[in-house]
């Protein structure tokens, strides 16, 4: 048997149904060990993640060169969470690779470097993001404090903290919650005229997903990414990138940003930034707009810069570029959507495919991707919807190719079979 305690399947979900908040619609599978792209129950069944919690197993489950690295910190007395008033020198290596591993970010600010500030959550780092876009628009474009605004796009996902939220376009993430947090303005992603339009002497920021993952899977129109920067520089705003989900390798590029060649002024990464085995986020930006907007007092963390993280992220960055894991996915994804592409080209169910690299969004006629998930978990496969009517194909960087061939027969047999859809 597996697992770290004696607890039977029901128990652990009743217990969890009992003690947890309800804030997933959870399917009813209780996982005891991780490896590569494999999730195994109590029984030893393999379930291939094709999850990879949203893209933060890039590197796959329990990568063991992430996990020696973590296992020697323990070891070697440093795991412990210090204090950020002194340095580590895992934090300082980190904070090398980590900025030197992206191109020259904000150039028209000089090239002075790239500086970060790590958090805990993806959502820590957005935050963190706003406040730097906005402290911009206050003190190097006059905006009077309070009235600062920043553009976003519909179907955005950028967590679920109050300001978050406050420009989310989904009801669901904000009805209640209110007073919500002013100072956003909504655009239909992938409309630049939109975008245009929407600028004011206030703006001082435009947040974009380069990709859209929770939004749907969508891929902004060619030259879309081009056009934010263009308007970015012609009325002297931010341009954020939100790399949490699409950023190290996910879409085929080391950053989604990438294929277009476009510079943004600031990044923002998190989840596979320390392959998966702890939280770790982080804001990257210009060395002259990062002291511009923060000094001390203005802005830390307890475990943001904890040494555990550091030490993972460490071994996380040295595994995506040793591995190649950016051209991993650019071929495997390459591969993997053409065949998914004939598939649909056979199913009634099928509307749309759309992505890039191991990052693979299949719209269904009818609106429920979850009744073909929940096929899918029935054939040992953990997919998931995107805004309920897109199936996620995002699996861990290193799957091979019978893992592939395990997630496109799967696929076949769900969407270009026979099965019949019952409404919920």
């Known amino acids: 048997?597996?697992?770290?305690?004696?607890?039977?399947?029901?128990?652990?979900?009743?217990?969890?149904?009992?003690?947890?908040?309800?804030?997933?619609?959870?399917?009813?599978?209780?996982?005891?060990?991780?490896?590569?792209?494999?999730?195994?129950?109590?029984?030893?069944?393999?379930?291939?993640?094709?999850?990879?919690?949203?893209?933060?197993?890039?590197?796959?489950?329990?990568?063991?060169?992430?996990?020696?690295?973590?296992?020697?910190?323990?070891?070697?007395?440093?795991?412990?969470?210090?204090?950020?008033?002194?340095y580590t020198d895992v934090k300082?290596?980190?904070?090398?690779?980590?900025?030197?591993?992206?191109?020259?970010?904000?150039?028209?600010?000089?090239?002075?470097?790239?500086?970060?500030?790590?958090?805990?959550?993806?959502?820590?780092?957005?935050?963190?993001?706003?406040?730097?876009?906005r402290y911009y628009g206050y003190k190097n474009k006059g905006i009077p404090d309070g009235k600062q605004e920043i553009i976003t796009f519909s179907n955005n996902f950028h967590g679920r903290m109050i300001t978050i939220i406050s420009f989310s376009s989904a009801k669901k993430y904000k009805e209640g919650f209110g007073p919500l947090t002013p100072g956003f303005v909504e655009v239909p992603f992938g409309d630049l005229d939109a975008v245009e339009k929407a600028v004011t002497p206030n703006t001082c920021g435009i947040l974009v997903e380069p990709m859209q993952g929770e939004g749907?899977?969508?891929?902004?129109?060619?030259?879309?990414?081009?056009?934010?920067?263009?308007?970015?520089?012609?009325?002297?705003?931010?341009?954020?990138?939100?790399?949490?989900q699409v950023g190290m390798g996910r879409t085929?590029?080391?950053?989604?940003?990438?294929?277009?060649?476009?510079?943004?002024?600031?990044?923002?990464?998190?989840?596979?930034?320390?392959?998966?085995?702890?939280?770790?986020?982080?804001?990257?930006?210009?060395?002259?707009?990062?002291?511009?907007?923060?000094?001390?007092?203005?802005?830390?963390?307890?475990?943001?810069?904890?040494?555990?993280?550091?030490?993972?992220?460490?071994?996380?960055l040295d595994v995506f570029k040793e591995e190649d894991l950016s051209e991993e996915s650019a071929r495997k994804g390459e591969y993997m959507k053409k065949q998914i592409l004939d598939i649909a080209s056979r199913s009634e169910h099928v509307k749309e495919v759309r992505g890039k690299g191991l990052f693979i969004g299949i719209e269904v006629n009818n609106g429920d991707a979850m009744f073909f998930c929940r096929q899918l978990l029935d054939m040992n496969m953990l997919a998931n919807d995107s805004h309920g009517h897109t199936i996620r194909i995002s699996p861990p960087l290193i799957i091979d190719d019978s893992e592939q061939q395990y997630i496109?027969?799967?696929?076949e047999r769900v969407l270009a079979g026979k099965q019949q859809f019952v409404a919920k």
Not at 43 to 61: M, P, R, V
């Open 1 to 86: 048997m597996i697992g770290l305690t004696d607890l039977k399947d029901i128990d652990a979900i009743e217990l969890d149904q009992k003690y947890g908040a309800h804030h997933y619609n959870r399917l009813k599978t209780v996982i005891r060990k991780t490896k590569g792209a494999w999730l195994y129950t109590q029984d030893g069944t393999k379930i291939l993640d094709c999850l990879a919690a949203y893209s933060a197993a890039n590197t796959g489950h329990h990568h063991p060169k992430i996990v020696a690295a973590m296992i020697k910190a323990l070891q070697e007395g440093m795991a412990s969470v210090i204090s950020n008033v002194i």
């Open 92 to 133: 300082s290596r980190f904070l090398e690779k980590l900025c030197t591993l992206l191109p020259q970010l904000g150039t028209r600010f000089g090239e002075s470097g790239n500086v970060a500030m790590a958090k805990n959550g993806g959502v820590e780092s957005v935050e963190t993001s706003i406040k730097l876009m």
């Open 216 to 244: 749907g899977m969508y891929v902004p129109p060619e030259g879309f990414m081009k056009g934010l920067r263009e308007i970015c520089d012609k009325y002297d705003l931010l341009l954020t990138a939100d790399e949490i």
């Open 252 to 316: 085929g590029k080391d950053f989604a940003f990438q294929h277009e060649n476009v510079i943004p002024d600031v990044v923002v990464l998190g989840k596979a930034i320390s392959g998966g085995l702890v939280p770790l986020s982080v804001m990257v930006t210009n060395a002259y707009l990062m002291h511009m907007a923060f000094s001390p007092g203005s802005d830390g963390s307890t475990y943001g810069h904890y040494p555990l993280s550091m030490v993972a992220g460490n071994a996380a």
């Open 408 to 411: 496109l027969e799967r696929l």
